[in-house]
Every structure is written in C-alpha cells, then in structure tokens.
C-alpha cells in the first residue's frame, strides 16, 4: 500500500478503473470522444470546404469584374457606333417632327387665309350685288340707247336636251 501512496494520483485511478466494472463506461466515455472528434473534425472539413468554394466564388467574381471593367478597342468601337446611329436617328426624328409642326402651322395659315379671302369675297359680291340697280339699267336701255322690249313674233323658243355638254371624239368635218 504505500507503494500505491506514492505512486502519482494518475496511475492509481487508471488502476482503479482498471480493475474495477467502470471500465465499460470508460470505454464507452472513450468511443464516444472519439465520435465527437470524429464528427468535430468532419465539420471543419466541411467547413474548410464550404470556405474554398466561397473563396473561389469570390475569386471568380472578382476576375469577372475586372474583365468587365477592361473595355478592348472592339467594344469601344460598337458602343460609339450604336451612340452615332441612335444619335442620327433621333435627330432625324427631331427634324422630322419640327418639319411637320412647320407645316401644320402652315397648313392653319393657308386656311386662315383662304377664309379671310373668301369673306373677302362675299362682301365684294354683296357690294357688287347692292350697287347694281336694275330699274336704272332697264331705264338706260329704253331711253339712251334705244332698246325696246320684244314683240311675240320676234321670240323663239327652243328645247334644250337634258344633255347639256358632248364629248367629241374626232374631229368636225367641214361643210
């Protein structure tokens, strides 16, 4: 026994348990560290590789926008090219819509002006119309030029076809 007293406190337990019916749980307590190791170190390799995918994710992202960021003389060359035909084709449409308000406006001052012209018109025809006297004409007639009414022999009357016009299709001959 007093061996086992100086004997580090380590040993004499690992003899107790040793030689006593603990040494199941032991084993037990012993395999079951082994499964949380086992299970600790599966995680951190998956965690590793959850972390290297990520890091190429990463890595892939950035060469991508690095490239993207690299304009080569190509794609210069086509972006000014669709700015040139877009810039020419709404100019075009500029021109196009400033000509047709020009003519509008136009158009509104033809109309005004041809209104204007013929309410010109009709008041010249109603001046015309109110300046013209017929009794005075019919009295010049009889008295200063000589005119007289017809008499009944001297009127004939003819009848006019409903066809007030021809079309000729030769030429006349002659008599």
């Known amino acids: 026994m007093r061996q086992q007293e100086n004997r580090p406190y380590d040993e004499k337990t690992e003899r107790y348990i ?3 019916t603990v040494k199941r749980l032991h084993e037990e307590n012993r395999r079951r560290s082994e499964q949380i ?3 600790y170190v599966r995680k951190q390799e998956q965690e590793e590789k959850r972390r290297e995918r990520q890091k190429k ?10 490239l993207s960021l690299q304009m080569n003389l190509g794609y210069v060359l086509f972006l000014v090219f669709a700015m040139t035909v877009l810039a020419v084709v709404f100019g075009c449409y500029l021109y196009l819509q400033s000509e047709l308000n020009g003519c509008i406006k136009q158009v509104t001052a033809l109309e005004t002006e041809a209104l204007n012209l013929k309410n010109d018109n009709d008041a010249l025809q109603k001046k015309i119309n109110a300046s013209v006297d017929l009794d ?3 009295k010049k007639a009889i008295e200063q030029l000589g005119m007289i009414y017809p008499k009944e022999k001297q009127i004939e009357y ?5 066809n007030d016009y021809m079309n000729q299709y ?3 001959p002659e008599r």
């Open 37 to 39: 190791h086992e299970e």
């Open 136 to 138: 005075m004409i019919r």
């Open 18 to 20: 040793d030689g006593n």
């Open 170 to 172: 030769e030429e006349i």
């Open 158 to 162: 003819f009848d006019v076809e409903t």
């Open 57 to 66: 994710a990463r890595d892939a992202a950035r060469r991508n926008q690095e």
